[in-house]
């Protein structure tokens, strides 16, 4: 496995790989790589003839108080879990390099930021997210890109900006991958304060709470809503950003459950924000 920091190596690589006719798949990730992750690689790497990981903490994507500080950092575990998963390449660019003093271009998709955290933490934040996301895909020129549906509206902007740029790549979006009790994988997870880890299976219980009530033939989003945010709420010391329940392509509120919906949520607990979806339709899915 080799690790580039270079960005015109990165791009000689990536010419060698397209030139050879090779498929080249790409999992974008900040590191502290956890199992969701290695499933991202591994299907990766099972579907292309190279599989590249970037380990970047992309500084444009967190807001002004956020956690780029504290923002779990875990290189050389990395580098032994992408190793093991199949991955011949990481890509780890250093921050001056990626944004040079005198950038001063970005990449923002502008309806689908609007919603959930793009409300919450600000649009700038997707802008962050797309900057890096459309720089990465301009130096590695992947065939196939893998992102998680945990953050489901992450997925939905990327596509969305794949084609919008026809930037000629395949995104795949694979399943949440949570721990044995539930709880949706996350580097965040790392940093909640042991005391509140079992409070933090909140939202998922939640977001199954809503699933129930629509497997009873509950329709009205409202009224699902306001149980799921009781839910929550009977924690005081649990902070809801936002729960609601959406179109999971416009990402705008729907009016009723009469199609496939995404209820998505994010809690603050102990300090640590956490988001959890899940997809649901009048007729299921009942599982995840
Ligand atoms: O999902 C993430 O870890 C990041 O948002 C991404 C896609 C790697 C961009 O920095």
Redesign the pocket.
């Known amino acids: 496995m080799r690790i580039i920091e270079n960005l015109a190596e990165m791009r000689e690589t990536a010419k060698g790989i397209a030139v050879s006719r090779r498929s080249c798949g790409l999992v974008?990730?900040?590191g502290a790589l956890h199992d969701g992750h290695l499933s991202l690689m591994r299907r990766s790497s099972g579907e292309n003839d190279v599989s590249i990981i970037?380990i970047?903490?992309?500084p444009t994507?967190f807001m002004p108080g956020e956690d780029f500080d504290s923002y779990p950092r875990t290189w050389e575990a990395d580098v032994e879990a992408a190793e093991k998963n199949g991955v011949d390449i990481i890509f780890h660019p250093a921050p001056e390099d990626m944004y040079p003093s005198r950038s001063q271009t970005s990449v923002m998709v502008h309806g689908l930021t609007r919603s959930l955290c793009g409300m919450s933490r600000g649009q700038g934040h997707f802008r962050?997210?797309t900057t890096?996301?459309a720089k990465?895909f301009n130096l590695v020129q992947p065939t196939r890109a893998y992102?998680?549906q945990k953050?489901a509206q992450?997925a939905v902007v990327?596509q969305r900006m794949a084609l919008d740029l026809n930037f000629p790549v395949e995104i795949i979006v694979c399943p949440i991958v949570r721990e044995t009790d539930g709880l949706a994988m996350s580097?965040r997870n790392r940093n909640i304060p042991p005391e509140y880890r079992q409070r933090a299976l909140v939202l998922r219980q939640a977001l199954q709470l809503g699933r129930e009530l629509v497997q009873g033939g509950e329709t009205d989003p409202v009224v699902i809503s306001n149980a799921m945010g009781e839910h929550i709420l009977g924690d005081n010391e649990i902070e809801l950003d936002y729960l609601e329940i959406v179109s999971p392509e416009t990402l705008e509120t729907v009016e009723k459950l009469d199609d496939l919906v995404l209820i998505a949520g994010a809690i603050k607990i102990g300090g640590v924000r956490l988001i959890d979806n899940i997809l649901i339709g009048p007729n299921g899915p009942w599982e995840d």
Do not use: C
């Open positions: 974008p990730t900040m970037s970047f903490v992309n994507q962050g997210v890096v996301v990465l992102f998680g953050d992450q990327i580097s």
